[in-house]
């Protein structure tokens, strides 16, 4: 889960006003839709293929704004709407429906179940809830990856919400915020979830890990920024295809991600650090934010997809998870899960034509980075001979990342398989490779194959 | 060797100096630097820093004090640092401590006088003005220095108790200003490379003291500002912490009386004549025999953190306890919270779960004294795994008995034991008076075969006394004081034999002690007596602590070994006492009533009938109360001497130590032989010999004694 809370700060205000000059002088690397390299092929004999045949997901807010006087089951089930529109599959032709979720409502604990009613799907298709923290929704794929390779199922469709809901409802809960009121209580406070074994606020941890390895302020500040830029580029030439219109209720229609800000190097260094204070290099201008939002995905056995008349756009290969130290290494897990998820699949690095990483803090991305560029790193920590190498960053999260995009907890996952699938389809490659952290000390990372055109 | 070196991190910025502990030579040394800063037009500011991981500056160079002849010169090293400190005081240019490890004694008066203190938020940082055990008093500038900054009670509370404080607290406190937080691994080892980063934090603040964006200043609360600068509210301060410090060291330790001395002096009359008083003070107090003895109890407690025996061929992984009782939990306790994979083995569900509670009790406490995380608690006793039965021995690289003082048993657990362990496997006896090679002839291989001798409560006791007999092999020692030291002990080594060293010290002192009450000295009297020479518990109390059925056991089995030098009092005593059921603090009587939550306890009335039936006259040329002192602490010494001649004991330094650090033995005194040396051996055997008139042969000075009292100079410690 991520530096949730950085929502009080004033973000907005002080840099929001967003200087697009920059905005265009990154990237030409995108040309238009190459014919894809021929690679072999990943599929394993005796193992179904399982392919992505579309991946949606409402637009990603900023906390507190159009979705706050949502539910989350409330977000799930327009991105559920927003798929079925989509793709006009037959409700009933769908066996499971997984759902990950971070913090659970009371009300709605299996938030999947919920959401797909009112989504009007089938009440003859069955529905659970997983969670892992920042990897939840890729838990939620990849639990619908087992159950069709184990052939339980033909069609799954698999998703994750997040909304956080910041308001006292009871009697009770309102008594309460008033007897916290002391001197210091209208100074901002950030509301950050704290690991439980360690106590140590993510934020906090990812300040540490950006000093040890001794990743500047200024370094932070600019991938963010290279992060904003990229994403508003990608958002104006309409790349963002995932992106399904959401009719709120009383409001208007959302359409677009709202969390979109290039700014400058100036505007972003005049924010203060936001947990080690006075001196840390953590601001919430170089974190992802506190952000609303849900995405649905449909899965499908290869035969199945073929046989209905879909046109796969990917295939979903080996993935993995991995799990660290969750004090010094909480936010490593693609520096652990990269090099084995390659061996899996019998890849290198060179061979990946597309990353797509969960961008939890730029310290941490930029982390991640040196650690796998890293054979110190990788022999003292991992066990391994030598580091598996840092991903060209031509190729890495073009399109923009959690930083810009916004980091609804228990979505982010599918939006990461899909932006693979397209930039693979868009950019002419065969790889790609996902890959995020999650609280906890976890890890996941999975290669998405594009589907021959 | 060149201590410190200057380093001009980049124009006009820190610059970094390298320290490491505080001596002669780093004086000169240090002036130098600092002219070079001064004269330095690209320095603007500076950060001390130390070389040497773990440790910020560990403090002054003790045999450097050692050295000293006289107070005077004691004195002048004092004010030499005094001269050194102020310099960096009064620089024109900021000067910002980088703490990491310990910053203690003169490390952390170092510190305090540099302008701002940046220090690692760890476990192995701590900062704290230690010299009042050795003594001593902070002697450069600390008495006057802290109670300006953490105010009059907070700097009376670390300068009299000696506490460590935790970089956490020392924040809170305002003796720190900054905190760095450790880091992990990156490019390089988590440890080099958060020292780099405390590095650069220092440097950054350095930067911004220099350039004004940063402000050294402090606020400070009411009770700072304004009720400490009114003279009464001092002088209530300084009264009620001088009869709390008359009350707790009985007068006997002088160094806390001169702290208060000297802080009161700079605080009414100014930093002169503070100055100069600690100065001299400190030169008084550093060539005071309790200095010395706290001196050697400093250097015998280093000894005794050493594994003499080398490393062992395994490593013990996997520990298993027998018997869960207070001992056997105990010992399970500071194993497992050491990463020991510990077996804690009892023979019925009941004294299992009471010794698992226990485990789990005293690690909750430290959970709510905040020294632990709940999640590092459960995560601790994840290594303990409590049962019934022998599964898993086959695992076990270490087996501690911790069960019922009856050979018979021990026999019977050894025998079951050994027919489950593997091959390497230790047995490791934790016995107070069996001869372990008693133990030992029920075993198969005895060479395996030790004696680990804990001291209840083992959480908070310091002492582990290993025990090998003729037949203990090299390598099993190693074994066990590895295990002890990695328990944090302080672990000595004796030779096998009734009562070892500890036990058998305690017991003629103990029937001394019930010699006296037959006498008529009522128990409180005891405690008072003994108390007031310098043991932390009194005489009698200590007996219902030990348990009056183990003191009836163990004189029984010393009195069979020893015969008359262990007689005095009549055990029968003990034995009335153990029918009555008034086995001490256990079983709420013994010579007191023990209530729970009630401070004050009050005299056992049915002992006054006990005490009536045993009564015995008492001389009063050998009844006053320093010879009641006398005799218990001669009959003391006299056997520990006696253990030394008989070669139980390898060293006096061991003796020392076991005896402060097990039994309570006067710290201000050093231990047996270091008293015997103060007080004198010719004197110590005229003593025996007055009592021995009165007394009999319980009293006659063993042969060691009357050789040191023979030859004048001939002193247990050089």
Known sequence: MLSSALRNLPVSSAWAAGAFARSFSCSSQFQASVQPKTKKTLGKTGVKNVVVVEGVRIPFLQSG???????????????????????????????????????????????????????????????????????????????GVGMIAAGQCDVVVAGGTMLTLNRAKSLGQKLSLISKIRPDYFTPELPAVAEFSTSETMGHSADRLAAAFGISRLEQDEYALRSHTLAKKAQDEGLLQDVVPFKVPGKDTVTKDNGIRPSSMEQMGKLKPAFVKPYGTVTAANSSFLTDGASAILIMSEEKALAMGYKPKAYLRDFVYVSQDPKDQLLLGPTYATPKVLEKAGLSLSDIDVFEFHEAFAGQILANLKAMDSDWFAQNYMGRKSKVGAPPLDKFNTWGGSLSLGHPFGATGCRLVITAAHRLKKEGGQYGLVAACAAGGQGHAMIVELYPQ | MKNLVLIVADQKAGFVMLVNTLSKQLSAEFTDVMNEIWANEAVRSAVLISSKPGSFIAGADLNMLEACKTAQEVTQLSQDGQKMLEKIEHSPKPVVAAISGSCLGGGLEVAIACHYRVATKDKKTVLGTPEVLLGLLPGAGGTQRLPKMVGLPAAFDMMLTGRNIRADRAKKMGLVDQLVEPLGPGLKTPEARTIEYLEEVAISFARGLANKTVSAKR????????????????????????????????????????????????????NDAGYLIEAQSFGQLAVTKESKALMGLYHGQVHCKKNKFGTPQKEVKTLAVLGAGLMGAGIAQVSVDKGIKTILKDTTQKGLDRGQQQVYKGLNSKVKKKSLTSFERDSILSNMLGQLDYEGFEKADMVIEAVFEDINIKHKVLKEVEAVIPAHCIFASNTSALPISQIAAASKRPEKVIGMHYFSPVDKMQLLEIITTDKTSQDTAASAVAVGLKQGKVVIVVKDGPGFYTTRCLGPMLSEVVRVLQEGVDPKKVDAISTAFGFPVGAATLIDEVGVDVATHVAEDLGKAFGPRFGGGSIDLFKLMVQRGFLGRKAGKGFYVYQEGVKNRSVNSGMDEILEKFRVPANPDVCSDEDIQMRLVTRFVNEAAMCLQEGILSSPVEGDIGAVFGLGFPPCLGGPFRFADSFGARQLVDKLRKYEAVYGSQFTPCQLLLDHANSPGKKFHQ
């Not at chain 1, 706050?68 to 989509?86: C, E, I, K, N, V």
């Not at chain 1, 009613?117 to 939620?140: E, R, W, Y």
């Not at chain 2, 003279?231 to 702290?259: D, H, M």
């Open chain 2, 219 to 270: 606020s400070r609360g009411f009770m700072q500002n304004y009720a400490m600068a009114l003279p009464f509210v001092r002088q209530q301060v300084y009264k009620t912490v001088e009869s709390k410090v008359q009350k707790q060291t009985k007068g006997l330790y002088p160094a806390p009386l001169k702290i208060i001395e000297v802080v009161k002096t700079g605080l009414d009359q100014g």
């Open chain 1, 65 to 143: 704004t159009s979705y706050a006087d949502l539910m989350p089951h409330d977000l799930a089930r327009a991105a559920l709407q927003g798929l079925l529109t989509r793709t006009n599959v037959p409700k009933d032709v769908v066996d499971y429906i997984v759902y990950g979720t971070v913090i659970q409502e009371v009300k709605t604990s299996n938030v999947a179940r919920e959401a797909a009613l009112g989504a009007g799907f089938s009440d003859k298709t069955p529905a659970h809830t997983v969670t892992m923290a920042c990897i939840s929704s890729n838990q939620a794929m990849t639990t």
